[in-house]
């Protein structure tokens, strides 16, 4: 509650219960705004601890799309992402090189919902190849089944 909020983040200078004896700490504007800076104070501080540092190589900003064709099972997603050249997405041409073609990731992935607030925002899946969706690049895609829907 507001009153054990207000305890636990003050200075022991102030006696909230000395002060709570005189006035209604509940009511008072000073205190409700003290309680809300408080509470902004406890997300910041989770922002803050949850930041998680990704090279620009491995990670990417992408659309989640829906499993049209129904091959991935629960927990399982399909990421296929084109390579990047002087920090761009790179399209690939037929004449390429290999190294500039789109890669596919499998096994355990981290995908977080933007923007992340709460830890459990970060879900952790299992990335697979299938052959059937090797038309979808950068893009996350997401199966059908499953008890929970996906981010």
Excluded: W
């Excluded at 305890?7 to 009511?27: D, G, M, Y």
């Excluded at 205190?31 to 989770?46: D, M, S, V």
């Excluded at 990047?84 to 290999?98: A, G, H, P, T």
């Amino acid at each position: 509650n507001a009153y054990e909020l207000l305890q636990e983040k003050l200075l022991p200078v102030f006696n909230l219960r000395k002060i709570a004896r005189n006035i209604n700490i509940v009511e008072e504007p000073f205190f409700i705004k003290l309680t809300i800076t408080c509470a902004f104070n406890i997300i910041r501080e989770l922002l803050d601890r949850t930041r998680i540092s990704v090279s620009d190589e491995d990670a990417r900003n992408m659309f989640g799309i829906v499993d049209e064709y129904g091959v991935l099972e629960n927990e399982q997603v399909f990421i296929q992402y084109s390579p990047m050249r002087q920090n761009k997405l790179y399209r690939f041409k037929e004449e390429d090189e290999n190294d500039m073609k789109p890669k596919v990731i499998t096994g355990k992935v981290v995908v977080t919902k933007n923007p992340c607030h709460h830890p459990g925002d970060l879900r952790i899946f299992d990335a697979v190849d299938h052959v059937d969706l090797h038309d979808l690049v950068d893009v996350i895609v997401f199966p059908q089944k499953g008890p929970r829907p996906h981010p």
